[in-house]
């Protein structure tokens, strides 16, 4: 790559979010399930199950030339943790019970430690001048946004009867690092992973 190159590189700016990457058969197992739901309800959309995720920190617009310091400073935060289990809970949503923005799937398992390593995430970004979220860290996995309405011959049911309706299985798994994802608008899945950071 010429000088210029570099340049443009540098002065890019990408989308950023840190998060804890689903297992390709959790992906999976979240996936038939929602597709007993979708055939009940309308969202504007639904979340390829590639791009199932938690999220720990969103960073928004961030320059290229700043990822660097952000890897390091994300490395060492992931060398303070060992491995620990997840599970998939409950379903929920955000916003009006009508008319919800979201649809996710709660967890359960060592919830505390999700906690801890989101906390320890903000702290070590904070330092490279990204802000943390001002409302309090609700860990989930989005399913679907902005919900339409009912579909045909399901008058009589809102998203809360719909979602009370299914008790799946709860599949679990050892989360073992986190992900540096970027947002690809219009692209299917949209978000790609930048770099991995392991536990110890």
């Given at each position: 790559?010429?000088?210029?190159?570099?340049?443009?590189?540098?002065?890019?700016?990408?989308?950023?979010?840190?998060?804890?990457?689903?297992?390709?058969?959790?992906?999976?197992?979240?996936?038939?399930?929602?597709?007993?739901?979708?055939?009940?309800?309308?969202?504007?959309?639904?979340?390829?199950?590639?791009?199932?995720?938690?999220?720990?920190?969103?960073?928004?617009?961030?320059?290229?030339?700043?990822?660097?310091?952000?890897?390091?400073?994300?490395?060492?935060?992931?060398?303070?943790?060992?491995?620990?289990?997840?599970k998939l809970d409950n379903?929920?949503?955000?916003?009006?019970?009508?008319?919800?923005?979201?649809?996710?799937?709660?967890?359960?398992?060592?919830?505390?430690?999700?906690?801890?390593?989101?906390?320890?995430?903000?702290?070590?970004?904070?330092?490279?001048?990204?802000?943390?979220?001002?409302?309090?860290?609700?860990?989930?996995?989005?399913?679907?946004?902005?919900?339409?309405?009912?579909?045909?011959?399901?008058d009589n049911h809102g998203?809360?009867?719909?979602?009370?309706?299914?008790?799946?299985?709860?599949?679990?798994?050892?989360?073992?690092?986190?992900?540096?994802?970027?947002?690809?608008?219009?692209?299917?899945?949209?978000?790609?992973?930048?770099?991995?950071?392991?536990?110890?």
């Open positions: 790559m010429n000088t210029q190159g570099l340049q443009e590189h540098a002065s890019r700016r990408e989308r950023l979010f840190i998060a804890v990457r689903l297992p390709g058969s959790v992906q999976q197992s979240l996936h038939m399930q929602t597709q007993l739901i979708r055939n009940k309800l309308d969202f504007r959309k639904w979340t390829d199950y590639r791009d199932y995720h938690i999220t720990l920190q969103f960073l928004g617009d961030t320059l290229m030339s700043d990822v660097g310091h952000l890897r390091s400073a994300l490395h060492a935060t992931a060398t303070q943790f060992n491995a620990f289990d997840l379903w929920g949503t955000f916003g009006l019970e009508e008319t919800p923005k979201v649809l996710w799937r709660g967890v359960s398992g060592d919830v505390e430690r999700l906690h801890l390593l989101q906390k320890e995430i903000v702290k070590a970004t904070t330092s490279l001048g990204f802000e943390a979220e001002l409302r309090a860290y609700r860990p989930h996995v989005t399913v679907a946004r902005k919900y339409l309405g009912h579909l045909p011959d399901m998203v809360s009867d719909v979602i009370s309706d299914h008790h799946f299985h709860g599949d679990s798994w050892s989360v073992e690092g986190f992900v540096l994802y970027v947002t690809r608008l219009g692209q299917t899945p949209m978000y790609e992973m930048l770099d991995t950071f392991l536990f110890s």
